[in-house]
Each structure stands twice: as structure tokens, then as C-alpha cells.
T-cell receptor, first 110, second 112 residues
């Protein structure tokens, strides 16, 4: 079973829409959780860390459900510039091994 | 401050050839790592290092060697390239206690 699983999409949404991605992880010992963004043929970049209490950064909200072992990312008021692949990342207890999901592709349509 | 740099950007090898992918960072980060990214597989950790002189295996270490003689540099060596090693390789670094991993621009490797 994969450490991290994501729906690959693609998600095609109109500008201004709200879109949500989910991600599940298999190892209950996982300690840290992140969402990264990757543009086509570019390197991944940290979008936000995911904390147990949930966190928000502008139009982006991340939630963690440890009991069900899933992480979510909500994007409100989608912009064309949000078009990218969103990677769910999980870190084990020792902090040194990061596991990436395959990514969810988002295209925001004018 | 260049961040994480990788060379070369593109490389084509024949089966059995060897080469070294270079990675350097100028942020004085202790943690550095190498990933490969394949379609449908996501990024997978090859090797990582928590400081000069210390390396460890990740999820897919076979066919790759690393060393960390300085804080700044973390080269990845392919001793005998195989077509299965055709991939995009990313190097990343992270400061101690920090969440953010900073990735280099990647090396696109094709093994024929």
C-alpha cells in the first residue's frame, strides 16, 4: 500500500470556484504534513504546512484528520494562476523521510 | 543567494555509463536529499543526509551512491546507468527544525 494516496484528477474548475483535494496516508506514525505546489516541468514548492488544528493562508485552508488519516486542501475563489499540480507530503516520526503523493492536477478555466 | 542548484539540467546516457549529478546549496542547510520523479509515481526519496559525513538510504536507493563531504554539496552517482533510471531527479535541502524543503530545478536524465 502506498504511503500517501491522492486522486490524480484532473480537476477543471471555472475561475472563482471553490475546489477541495483530499489525501490519505497509511502510516499512523506520520508526524508532519504538507501541501506542495508543482508547476509544469518545474520543481515543487511548499504551499503550506498542515497543523492538527487546521490552518489558513489567504484563500487556502488545510485540515488534518489524524483519526481517519487524511489531509485536505481547500482553495476558495480560484484564480488562473492556481493551475498546477498539488502534492500531498507526509513526514515520518524521525523527520528525515518524506513521502509524496502522486499529485492532483488542477486547471482553472477562464 | 542562489538557493539549491543542480547540474546538468539535461543528460542522455547509454546503458552502463556512469555519471554524477551535482547538487549544491548556499543556505547552510544540514539536511539534503535526492528524489526521483516518474509519471504516476510521485517523488520518491533516493538518499538523504543530515549533515556532512552522514548519509542514509531512502525509499529507492538501489543503483545510486551518495557522499556528503561538505555542508554545501551532495552529489548523486550512478555507477552503471540502466533504462529504469530514466527520470527527473530533484535535489532538496532543509534547515534544521524547519518545515520547508527547497528544491533545485531538476535534472532530466534519459538512459538509452
Amino acid at each position: 500500500r502506498k504511503e500517501v494516496e491522492q486522486d490524480p484528477g484532473p480537476f477543471n474548475v471555472p475561475e472563482g470556484a471553490t475546489v477541495a483535494f483530499n489525501c490519505t496516508y497509511s502510516n499512523s506514525a506520520s508526524q508532519s504534513f504538507f501541501w506542495y505546489r508543482q508547476d509544469c516541468r518545474k520543481e515543487p514548492k511548499l504551499l503550506m504546512s498542515v497543523y492538527s488544528s487546521g490552518n489558513e493562508d489567504g484563500r487556502f485552508t488545510a485540515q488534518l484528520n489524524r483519526a481517519s488519516q487524511y489531509i485536505s486542501l481547500l482553495i476558495r475563489d480560484s484564480k488562473l494562476s492556481d493551475s498546477a499540480t498539488y502534492l500531498c507530503v507526509v513526514n515520518r516520526w524521525d523527520g528525515n523521510q518524506f513521502y509524496f503523493g502522486t499529485g492532483t492536477s488542477l486547471t482553472v478555466i477562464p | 543567494n542562489a538557493g539549491v542548484t543542480q547540474t546538468p539540467k539535461f543528460q542522455v546516457l547509454k546503458t552502463g555509463q556512469s555519471m554524477t549529478l551535482q547538487c549544491a546549496q548556499d543556505m547552510n542547510h544540514e539536511y539534503m536529499s535526492w528524489y526521483r520523479q516518474d509519471p504516476g509515481m510521485g517523488l520518491r526519496l533516493i538518499h538523504y543526509s543530515v549533515g556532512a559525513g552522514i548519509t542514509d538510504q531512502g525509499e529507492v536507493p538501489n543503483g545510486y551512491n551518495v557522499s556528503r563531504s561538505t555542508t554545501e554539496d551532495f552529489p548523486l552517482r550512478l555507477l552503471s546507468a540502466a533504462p529504469s533510471q530514466t527520470s527527473v531527479y530533484f535535489c532538496a535541502s532543509r534547515g534544521t527544525g524547519e518545515d520547508t524543503q527547497y528544491f533545485g530545478p531538476g535534472t532530466r536524465l534519459t538512459v538509452l
